[in-house]
Nanobody
Framework: QVHLEESGGGSVQDGGSLRLACEAD????????LGWFRQAPGKEREAVAH????????YYADSAKDRFTISQDVAKRTVYLQMHVLRPEDTGIYYC???????????????????WGRGTQVTVSS
């Protein structure tokens, strides 16, 4: 059973934009903290942005502020990550994850999330 499914990855030039989508099943979506993480080759997985679906509260990593926006479509049970001014250092696999029946409170580490999607590749070339 797939609880989270990402889409929207691809290859763009430096300065380009992409929008990622994460569709959740009903149980995984409701009143949970949903987050976007990314992992570059040879690096640890890091948090990018979170949203608490119950209230729409957003949290961002410093690297994502002013360039990325997390949002949700409640009817579609989908969380989006709109990314602008992409840089080569944004390259990596982007994962959607859920912290079930928990608030976000702050940007959190991957260990705080129990449900994960398979990821979608984002490649930014210079």
């Amino acid at each position: 059973q797939v609880h989270l499914e990402e889409s929207g990855g691809g290859s763009v030039q430096d300065g380009g934009s992409l929008r990622l989508a994460c569709e959740a099943d009903e149980e995984t979506y409701k009143t949970n903290c949903l987050g976007w993480f990314r992992q570059a080759p040879g690096k640890e997985r890091e948090a990018v942005a979170h949203i608490y679906t119950g209230q729409g509260t957003e949290y961002y990593a410093d690297s994502a502020k002013d360039r990325f926006t997390i949002s949700q479509d409640v009817a579609k049970r989908t969380v989006y990550l709109q990314m602008h001014v992409l840089r080569p250092e944004d390259t990596g696999i982007y994962y959607c994850a859920a912290r079930v029946l928990q608030y976000c409170y702050r940007l959190r580490s991957p260990a705080d999330f129990s449900v994960w999607g398979r990821g979608t590749q984002v490649t930014v070339s210079s």
